[in-house]
């Protein structure tokens, strides 16, 4: 696996310089490294392990602006920020009903480090921070009004289900809350198809 692996990194940072741009073989180099060498080791060490995933982990929405631009731009930075933020609620989401098995594993997530109440306040302030960044592709003049009723019902939907986790700490109910941290993961993976379907719609039909 190792090798494997090896051999993998050192033949895609090349071929992105040369059927890209170096700018995207930089950035590639950069989630690569990070995320092996910075974001793996640490999630036996600190739960902002999740803070640092995050970042290789949205890098490729702006390697993709950049193969084409061959420049970091904000409507690529948007789109980082769009991939970051998402990814936060998503792995609480995860930590949350998995808590038990990361233990065992050594892995330092939110929910055991801080406490589950500290972990879906987290969760709810990432989704209320996604709803303005996502939007912001509009005023930036990348998509149009279809993108940002989506986008716009989209987020506020999405935070409205992290919400309801500081309802379920509330009320003390360990299975309604059990059922929330799945309901929130499942929400997670339908908003990004919807909303990145909207935004590919609005630009390719010139809504």
């Known amino acids: 696996a190792l090798v494997w692996g090896v051999a993998l990194g050192a ?3 090349p071929l992105l310089a040369i059927f890209a741009n170096p700018m995207t073989a930089f950035l590639g180099a950069v989630a690569l490294l990070s995320y092996v060498g910075i974001y793996t080791p640490l999630k036996q060490r600190s739960w902002t392990a999740l803070l640092i995933g995050s970042v290789p982990g949205a890098l490729p929405p702006l390697m993709g602006w950049t193969a084409i631009t ?20 998503h792995f609480i989401a995860i930590s949350l009903f998995r808590q038990g098995e990361y233990t065992r594993a050594g892995f330092k ?35 149009g009004w279809l993108y940002l009723s989506v986008a716009g019902l989209a987020g506020l939907w999405f935070f409205a289900r ?36 909207a935004l590919a719609v609005d630009v390719t039909g010139g809504f």
């Open 70 to 89: 061959g420049q970091i731009e904000a409507p690529g930075v948007v789109l980082f920020g769009i991939l970051f933020l998402w990814q936060l609620p």
């Open 162 to 197: 992290a919400l309801q986790g500081l309802r379920e700490s509330v009320a003390g109910d360990k299975l309604a809350e059990h059922q929330w941290s799945r309901q929130l993961f499942f929400a997670s993976l339908a908003y990004l198809p919807v909303v990145f379907a």
């Open 11 to 13: 033949v895609s940072v």
């Open 109 to 143: 997530v939110l929910p055991a480090v801080l406490g589950r109440h500290s972990a879906k306040v987290h969760a709810v302030l990432w989704a209320a921070a996604l709803v303005p960044v996502s939007l912001a592709l509009v005023p930036l003049g990348i998509a």
